[in-house]
């Protein structure tokens, strides 16, 4: 019996990989998972909610036991971003993943790189750093874009989430180390709050997020 994990990350394009995953595969052999850090939106809930229906299957909730978010990193690590990447991925997603492998035992995980050339090209690097992750990019496969994917989430009547309506490319955590001055500026007239506490943060460790 072929078992696979998907990683449904609350955005589109991983909601519509794991729907492709569920209708290959069938439900009884497919696992969801989801990373949940507490400075995501809330209206991840009712995103997920409506994706189960969709699926008629369960995603799984899976949390570090170490830190809520990225401000935990931060303020218990002292480290924002850097060279090697940004901690905080690792802490509240890549080390749960890593975990979670082993202990399912499976055929192949689903990712939701899209169909354009960035994705295509981070597929391929993803599969010569991890190949023992066995994973498999459904959207690329079947050459489904972002837009493909918004359109196929508004032809099953589910809303895409909330940070896509506020213009934001991606459902990241809201005050993600990684965004540029852009995004930041953004986040400034959006969450004044979570502005406030990165500022903050980055005073207290000596370090910014913003290259």
Known sequence: MTKIISWWSAGVTSAVATKLALDTYGADNVIIYYFKIDSAHG???RFMAECETWYGAKIHIVQSSKYKDQFDVI?????????SGALCTYELKKKLRQDIETQVAYDGQVFGFEYTKKEINR???FKEQYPD???????????????NALYMLEAAGIKRPAMYELGYSNNNCIGCVKGGMGYWNKV?????????????AERNVG?????
């Open 43 to 45: 209206d991840n809930a």
């Open 75 to 83: 303020e218990q690590r002292r480290y924002v971003n850097g060279p």
């Open 123 to 125: 597929a391929i690097r």
């Open 133 to 147: 992750a066995k994973p498999l990019f459904p959207l690329i496969e079947q050459k489904i874009t972002k837009p």
């Open 188 to 200: 400034r007239a959006d969450f004044p709050h979570t502005f406030v506490r990165m500022a903050q």
């Open 207 to 211: 370090r910014s997020c913003i290259k």
